[in-house]
């Protein structure tokens, strides 16, 4: 079965640490997204890559750090810089533009 | 900068009635528009993209309109069930390719 898998599904963080929060997709999508999700609010995104070794910041990416070095996995690590990190995180995958988002049942971080 | 907005923020309706959900978004140079439904602690799944050339799209049960003129979005869910509750989200795709969510209708379809 194709699609995307975040792990884990719950993580703790302590005062300045860093965690990194998985996605893996099998779907062979090229273009793949890190959104974060508070409480009764829509989705910000936090980073994005559109090919293996290139990412963009997006809307809120302060204390967020990315990479791609493959195009299956996008990791999404949360610095000790980002004060604010409780949230449900989500990776989303596209195949093209004019093609939907598939999302993963994300992760939810809570501060300890 | 395009903003999405989605009222009402909550919704309840009888089993049976049909749901209308209404999504705003203030640039009209968009490029398609996207239904999402999100239940409890899970993530988003895809119901309808609907693109800027386009005034209706259907899948089933659901039928999404599109205004580009008057900036609006509107999911139709037929004869509605009990499972059909859940949170709805649009999202707008416009200059950057990037998509700007909506803050989403949480609907109760009530036996």
């Known amino acids: 079965d194709g699609g995307i898998t975040q792990s884990p599904k719950y993580l703790f963080r302590k005062e300045g640490q860093n965690v990194t929060l998985s996605c893996e997709q099998n779907?062979?999508?090229?273009?793949m997204y890190w959104y974060r999700q508070d409480p009764g609010q829509g989705l910000r995104l936090i980073y994005y890559s559109q090919i293996v070794n290139d990412f963009q910041k997006g809307d809120i990416a302060e204390g967020y750090s990315v990479s791609r070095e493959k195009k299956e996995s996008f990791p999404l690590t949360v610095t000790s810089a980002q004060k604010n990190p409780t949230a449900f995180y989500l990776c989303?995958?596209?195949?093209?533009?004019?093609?939907?988002?598939?999302f993963g049942d994300g992760t939810r971080l809570s501060i300890l | 900068k395009q903003e999405v907005t989605q009222i009402p923020a909550a919704l309840s309706v009888p089993e049976g009635e049909n749901l209308v959900l209404n999504c705003s978004f203030t640039?009209?140079?968009?490029?398609?528009l996207q239904w999402f439904r999100q239940d409890p602690g899970k993530g988003l799944t895809s119901l309808l993209l609907i693109q800027s050339s386009q005034r209706e799209q259907t899948s089933g049960r659901l039928n999404a309109s599109l205004d580009k003129s008057s900036g609006r979005c509107t999911l139709y869910i037929a004869a509605s069930q009990p499972g059909d509750s859940a949170t709805y989200l649009c999202a707008g795709r416009a200059a950057g390719n990037k998509l700007t969510f909506g803050g989403g209708t949480r609907v109760l379809v009530k036996p």
């Open positions: 640039d009209s140079a968009i490029y398609n």
């Open positions: 989303a995958s596209e195949e093209g533009l004019n093609q939907p988002q598939h």
């Open positions: 779907l062979n999508h090229d273009a």
